[in-house]
């Protein structure tokens, strides 16, 4: 059998809390560049239909609770809505687990608060983008272990030198749903990069990426039902969309999806 390239995490047993589209992605990635299934603990929120998922991709045998993967792993994804963290709260971590939150618009203080642990923060780009070795992702605060694991996975890696940027970084990886609701926006996606790249030079370079990762479809409604997927109740990609489809410009519409991510944080700055 070939080296795999996350042979360095032999000692490493991986968990992931939340296997919704993006953690189930994020779990097949691991399968697929070799790190062992016997090793990886997933946990679901309950959903008949995430669990009907996780069967059909083999990976049931994988299934724990949220406990278990607090007690048993060393490294521990968590890829649960942002509003579903209160739900964690009470978990016992290992002091000498690596946590990695996935949870767009939770601070790092707030998830220090709620659930006892420092974390580094990854923002990751949709599930499809990633099942497609096309994903980006953003970490913050630096961590060469996280890079490496997020790099082994295929994903190109965005070091944010303040957490505070994580907002727009979100809002970049929210891009494909919006040219896919607003198809004709050249113009309007000039405007919106040279503005929010004052902020966040690499803005326009993710603006490019977004581009170069948008699907095809057959048909209207294959369409909808990605965007659907993508625009999870209260996200930020939900703000986006719904901006949009009351004919705001995209930088309106982005605007609304930096004030999501900040609501969200406050919202938990304030509990």
Request: glycine share 6%; proline share 4%; hydrophobic share 40%.
């Amino acid at each position: 059998m070939p080296p795999s390239s996350l042979d360095f995490l032999s000692k490493e047993s991986i968990g992931i809390i939340g296997c919704g589209h993006l953690g189930r992605a994020i779990a097949l990635q691991l399968v697929s560049h070799g790190y062992p299934s016997n090793r990886l603990r997933l946990s679901l929120s309950g959903s008949s239909r995430s669990l009907q998922n996780i069967i059909d991709c083999k990976l049931h045998s994988c299934l724990a609770r949220n406990d278990e993967i607090c007690r048993d792993c060393s490294i521990i994804f968590i890829a649960i809505p942002p509003q579903s963290l209160p739900e964690l709260r009470g978990l016992s971590f290992r002091q000498d687990t690596m946590v990695i939150s996935c949870m767009a618009g939770v601070s790092l203080q707030a998830i220090r608060r709620i659930l006892g642990v420092d974390a580094v923060r990854s923002m990751p780009s949709g599930p499809s983008s990633i099942q497609e070795k096309r994903g980006i992702a953003a970490i913050y605060p630096n961590n060469e272990v996280v890079i490496r694991i997020l790099q082994a996975l295929d994903l190109r890696v965005y070091r944010l030198l303040d957490e505070d940027l994580m907002h727009i970084f979100t809002v970049g990886v929210c891009l494909p749903a919006a040219f896919l609701v607003s198809e004709d926006c050249d113009r309007a996606m000039e405007e919106a990069c040279e503005f929010l790249s004052r902020q966040y030079p690499d803005f326009a370079e993710i603006r490019s990426w977004a581009r170069d990762v948008l699907p095809t479809f057959g048909t209207e409604e294959e369409k909808l039902v990605h965007i659907g997927k993508m625009a999870t109740k209260g996200g930020i990609t939900e703000a986006i969309v719904e901006s949009l489809r009351e004919n705001d410009d995209l930088l309106t519409a982005l605007e609304k999806g930096i004030k999501r991510s900040r609501d969200i944080s406050s919202g938990y700055e304030m509990k």
